[in-house]
């Protein structure tokens, strides 16, 4: 079994939730890591996404402490989708 991991970054220009966190999260860039893995058996090359994680700062720390945590891609598409919506006010 293969597995690719591919990173990215991604800009919220307002505090964001994603549901799996807790906490209120404060505008930023983050960095985004998503694990694939290859579909064997195929005579092509396909992937399927295994997991998603983004990097985040810990709770209470002022930004020293950082932590990857898993979450849903399609909750962290979500989010990305209510922050291009919200008013730069």
Known sequence: ???RSQ???VT???PFRIRSIEHLLPEGTYEVVTDDE???GLSFAAYRRVA???IVPV????????EMVSVS????A???????SASDD
């Open 52 to 54: 998603t994680m983004i």
């Open 12 to 14: 919220f220009k307002h």
């Open 38 to 40: 290859m579909i064997e």
């Open 7 to 9: 990173r990215e970054f």
């Open 1 to 3: 079994m293969s597995i």
């Open 59 to 66: 709770a209470g720390s002022r930004g020293a402490a950082l």
């Open 73 to 76: 891609s399609v909750d962290l």
């Open 78 to 84: 979500d989010a990305q989708r209510v922050d291009a």
